[in-house]
């Protein structure tokens, strides 16, 4: 369970040494505060790891093409009801974990095929 300061006993103590364990006798004290269910954060990962950003100039001309890695979109509910629905349309409780650029130099230097 996550910790919190336990206000009351913080009132109390007058002397505090933030390099001792919590609740010792010269530490911070804290609490144990539960862990609550709801609100929760939902998640919907993208289709493609990857997208293009085509920058123009005035003339409408390509200037330069980007390469980003697609992120997820989130989203908040607030009952186990409203959980249900959301994930039946595709929302999912993990992260999206976003996977690393192609790097340019990826099959430049790998030995091709021998040849028949």
């Known amino acids: 369970m996550p910790f919190a300061i336990d206000e009351e006993k ?11 364990p919590p ?3 010269t530490g911070i004290p ?4 539960p862990f609550l269910e ?5 998640y919907k990962h993208p289709n493609e790891p ?3 950003i085509i920058h123009r100039n005035a003339q409408h001309e390509i200037v330069e093409q ?3 890695q697609t992120e997820h979109i989130s989203k908040i509910v607030n009952s186990e009801e409203e959980m249900k629905a959301v ?3 595709g929302w999912v409780k993990e992260a999206y974990i976003p996977k690393d650029l192609p ?3 990826d099959g430049l230097y790998t030995p091709k095929a021998a040849k028949k």
């Open 103 to 105: 790097k340019v130099e």
């Open 50 to 52: 990857f997208r293009t």
């Open 87 to 89: 994930l039946a349309d």
């Open 38 to 42: 709801y609100p929760r954060c939902l």
């Open 10 to 20: 913080f009132r109390k103590q007058a002397t505090f040494d933030v390099s001792a």
């Open 23 to 25: 609740n010792s006798a």
């Open 30 to 33: 804290v609490k144990q505060i």
């Open 66 to 68: 980007e390469i980003v």
